[in-house]
């Protein structure tokens, strides 16, 4: 589904990523895991096109979208939670979606489709975003990536700072996006949390992609882990 | 400070024939009045205070309505694209020197002339301002230190294209009615309605408070209820996140830049049949704006409006009872005042 090739990318005169590649098919779940600084937020804003890759691709369903303006990524089909939710703070919570409905023109029906997977934000449609809880603001960051419709969903570090329940919550999201066929790329620290939930794991180091394996193997042998991440 | 046909001041004159009344002046809020009431003492220093406050509240309106929307699009550019829009107020002296082009060229009554420009100014102004968002703002990247200087240049050149091509006269619009309106005092003395110093308005300074109103409620309509208003509030408060729910926000961009010279454009039509188009005349706008635009809060309409009309009506009432000069260094003290204790605006939020 989406397939990344050897980006090489950075802010300005700052390199950040020296070639990272993976792929991730429909309805598979691939988690990214990296110290921190490694580039693994970097990555995921080139994906959306917001850092200008310097070298490789980016190709979604066989179309090279690297190459596209910011702005046009997204109507291609990728929903995106951004590190520390980025909602439109002073907007509402039903303006914060409505910005997500508009990026594919969608309606109605994904609106309420999105609600009746997050209730809690129906009780809060006239809410400003900004003055919703930790947990409700998660909530929203997701269902606002959820109101593409996306074939690709990126996460990043959804549940930080989040209490067990919402984390199942997120959890749950994330596997009924699988269920339905999403290609899911998730950046995460909880390592129990990316056994359990990846099909594959792509570890990034210092801005290059090193080994990707399943989780199946890692939960068998945790060198790599230890390696990359330390635990 | 040029002043023509100022209303003469008949005591106890009732019912004035209708009127042209063409005051000549400069941009300084209530000239016309406070020449009026230096007359008045003169003639009669035992003045009542009430009918010379409503002279002066009705002055200080006009200037606060225009003043708002001309402070509105410095600010709505500010707030979405954080540039500092130093040629806002050559924008404003566009509009005024457009709608004069306009005016002259169609003939028939002034109404039509002036539809025509109210219409044809501020989109001229509008079209003006996204070629040079696309010439000089998006080529630096919207970097706000650069972009001052490139507002600079902007400002210089449509001070010069003007002066080329429109000359260094100031010139006169029509305005589309201008019947005079005396106001009503009721006289305790006599015990009776009638207007006993004569004092008047316009119904043209009538319409253009009512005019400003009118658009500060649709602009504010749009913002708030429109699809576009939420992509202009979305890109505002996250630009990177807008483009990544596919909001263009280099259309946005232009598209801010050209709706904050339209206002300040339509500003300057509403004002030009009091005050004449000239090729220098945008600068105290320019000025006043900022005041108004620090006072209220960047990029926050509610505190523009707010802002705009305290110091238009201030700016009206003082210079009428005490001086112009002591209403500008009020204004200037409060700029400082917030600047000190609530640097963010009266409304504004403070920088994430
Ligand atoms: N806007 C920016 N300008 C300059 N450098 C940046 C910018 N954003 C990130 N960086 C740098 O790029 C490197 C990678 O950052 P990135 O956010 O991609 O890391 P990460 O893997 O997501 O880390 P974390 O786990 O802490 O979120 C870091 O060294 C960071 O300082
Ligand atoms: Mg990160």
Known sequence: MLQVDGIEAGYGPVKVLYGVGFDVREGEVLCLLGRNGAGKTTTLKTIMGLVPPEAGTVTLAGEVISALPAHEVPGRGIGYVPQGRRLFSDLTVAENLEVGLMTRGKGKSTREHVLEMFPRLRERLTQRAGTLSGGEQQMLATARALCLEPRVLLLDEPTEGLQP????????????????GVAVILVEQRIEAVLSLADRVAFIENGRSREIVTATELRADDTLLRKYVGV | MV?????????????????????????????????????????????????????????????????????????????????????????????????????????????????????????????????????????????PEATIVGTIGILYILQQAALMWFGPEAR??????NHRIALPWYDW??????????????????????????????????LTRSRIGLIMRA?????????????????????????????????????VPIQQAHYLMGGDPLLLSFIVVIIGGLGSVRGTVVAALLI?????????????TLSKILATLLVALVLVFRPQGLFGTRAA
């Open chain 1, 165 to 180: 329940s919402m984390i199942q919550l997120i959890r749950e999201t994330v596997e009924t996006m699988r269920a339905e």
């Open chain 2, 235 to 271: 890109t505002q408060l996250d630009r990177e996140t807008a483009l990544a729910f596919g909001i263009p926000v280099g259309r946005v961009y232009s598209l801010v830049f050209g709706l904050g010279a339209g206002l300040a454009a339509l500003a300057a039509v509403l004002i």
């Open chain 2, 172 to 177: 006169p619009v029509e305005p589309p009615f």
């Open chain 2, 312 to 324: 238009g009506m201030s700016d009206g009432i003082i210079s009428v009872f005490l001086s112009p």
């Open chain 2, 3 to 143: 002043v023509g046909a100022v209303p003469r001041l008949l005591p106890g004159v009732v019912g004035f024939a209708e009127e042209i009344c063409i005051t000549l002046q400069a941009w300084s809020f209530g000239a016309a009045t406070r020449l009026r009431f230096q007359t008045l003492t003169g003639n009669d220093p035992g003045m009542e205070f009430g009918p010379h406050l409503l002279l002066a509240v009705l002055e200080g309106a006009v200037g606060a309505a225009v003043l708002a929307l001309t402070a509105l699009g410095l600010s709505l550019v500010f707030g979405v694209m954080r540039v500092v829009n130093v040629a806002h107020g050559e924008f404003y002296m566009l509009g005024a020197v457009v709608a004069w082009f306009v005016a002259s060229v169609i003939a028939g009554h002034p109404a039509l002339g002036f539809v025509a420009a109210l219409v044809i100014a501020p989109l001229a102004a509008a079209v003006v301002a996204m070629v040079a968002d696309r010439l000089v703002l998006k080529p630096v990247a919207y970097d």
């Open chain 2, 189 to 222: 003395a006599a015990g009776e309605w009638f207007y006993p110093w004569g004092l008047s308005t316009t119904s043209y300074k009538l319409f253009v408070i009512a005019a400003a109103v009118v658009i500060l409620l649709a602009f504010w309509a749009v």
